[in-house]
Structures are given as C-alpha cells and as structure tokens.
C-alpha cells in the first residue's frame, strides 16, 4: 500500500508540514513552514538501488546512510560547509538486534548506549551515562511505561492503539490524547493541557 500522508500541522494551519512521496512510495521531501508562511526546514530523501535511505539534506545539514549486511551501522551528519557535525556508528548482536550505539559529536568525547533485552526478546534497557531509559510492558506485551530521560506512560483502546500518553519531561506532565478515524489512521494528536492539537490529512492514490 502506497503511503498516504501527505499533511501535518496545527489545528489553526499556522504551523505545516508536507510530504512528497516517489513511485515506490518512499518519502522524498518534507516541509516545514513557518508560522509567517515561509519556508522553514526542507528535507530531501535519496535512495541507493537497494531502496535504503543513502541521504537526506536539509537546508543546514546533510545525514548521509551506510549499511552493511542489511544493516544500519553508521549515519554521518554534515553541515552546509561540509563540516563533520556528528557521527552515529551501530553494533548489532547474532539475532540482529542493535546492542552498542556510539555517538561522536565534534570535538567531544564519544558517548555510548548499550542496548539490552529481556527473554523475550523486548527493549528493556537503554544504559547511557546521562540518558538512561528503562521500558517496561505489560501482559499482553505492549509497551506501557518509560523511565529516565524521556519518561512517559502509555495506555491503549480496545482495538491496541495508542490512546494516551502521559509525558513528564515539564513539572505538569503533559497528556496527549490520539484521535483515529475509521481506517484506524491517526488524525488528531491533542494535548489536554493547553489545547494544542496536530492534525493529519491523507490522500491516498
């Protein structure tokens, strides 16, 4: 099924972001526009033969893909004068599942997350040295709790989808409602303290 997404913003239009797919249904470009109408952050996507993410330029920054063995294993960011701006490299464990992520920014010291597992098979634990995150799941195996940096909580409706989520980056926890129409797409991302509401629109082919 080709992708549908062609549209996200704010409730009042102000704040808008658009997508272009190509005809294998892979994104190719993204716009964000400001506020005032202008032109804010444009992303292009390219592809290699394989159909893998090979860069994506934006206005500022280049994020640019290698693969080997059908995985990611390193993502390289570049600045407009070519600058290296930062380096993401990736090991994997036999299974296939991402186990060491290693982060280089600049001139700065390389920081590291360890990924760890439980039984069966589930994201359990992310060890960093100032961002770590546990996940916990329920009976069924869905997600329901983060703790850490990016903690939240998760609840879901009858059918499995995502109905709230509980944030606590700020003081006052931040609770987002998700709004699904009839095809089970997300249309309405709402979050109850203030009002602030994202729509998204489709136009499927």
């Keep these: 099924m080709r992708p549908c997404l ?24 993204s716009e964000e526009r400001n506020a005032d109408g202008t032109l804010g952050i444009a992303t292009t996507c390219e592809y290699d033969p394989a159909g893998r993410p090979r860069a994506c330029p934006t206005n500022s ?3 640019a893909y290698e693969f080997a063995k059908g995985q990611l294993v ?11 701006v930062e380096v993401e490299t990736f090991e994997y464990d ?6 060491v992520a290693t982060i280089r920014e600049a001139d700065q010291p390389a920081q590291k997350e360890r990924y760890h597992y439980d039984a069966a098979g589930r994201l359990t634990w992310i ?25 939240k909580d998760i609840a879901y409706d009858a059918t499995e989808r995502v109905r709230e989520i509980l944030d606590f980056l700020t ?3 931040g609770r987002w409602v998700f709004e699904y ?23 499927c082919d």
């Design 61 to 63: 920054f280049r994020r």
């Design 127 to 151: 060890e960093s040295a100032d961002r770590p995150q546990e996940f916990s799941y329920d009976s069924s195996g869905r997600l329901i709790k983060v703790s850490g940096v990016m903690a």
């Design 181 to 203: 129409d009839a095809s089970g797409r997300l249309v309405n991302e709402r979050r109850e303290n203030d009002g602030w509401l994202v729509h998204y629109r489709y136009v």
């Design 6 to 29: 062609k549209e996200t913003g704010s409730a009042d239009e102000r704040y808008l972001t658009t997508y272009s797919y190509d005809g294998a249904g892979r994104l190719t470009r």
């Design 171 to 173: 003081v006052e926890p």
């Design 94 to 99: 036999d299974r296939g599942r991402l186990t």
């Design 74 to 84: 390193r993502v390289t960011v570049t600045s407009t004068e070519r600058k290296s």
